[in-house]
């Protein structure tokens, strides 16, 4: 996956953030966004977050696993 990639959430992840749906479980799975980064390092050091890939649903952003994605 790299920066500018459109994807599909492929799995059920339910975020309590969303601004639409604030306070309320509001699950993502078939929502389609745009990579906006892969976290791999920090400050030039090397890092392994647990939530690596940042994507976007317009101004919401989320983090998730490789896995939990799929390219369209």
């Known amino acids: 996956m790299q920066p500018g990639d459109r994807v599909k959430v492929s799995r059920s ?3 309590f953030n969303h601004p ?3 306070n309320a479980s509001f ?5 389609e966004g745009e990579v906006l980064n892969v976290l ?3 400050k030039g050091r ?3 977050p647990t939530l690596p890939v940042v994507v976007a649903f317009g101004k919401y952003r989320a983090h998730f696993r490789a896995d939990e994605l799929e390219a369209v």
């Open 13 to 15: 992840v339910v975020v």
């Open 20 to 22: 639409e749906h604030r």
């Open 27 to 31: 699950d993502l799975e078939g929502q």
């Open 40 to 42: 791999n390092d920090w």
């Open 46 to 48: 090397p890092i392994s």
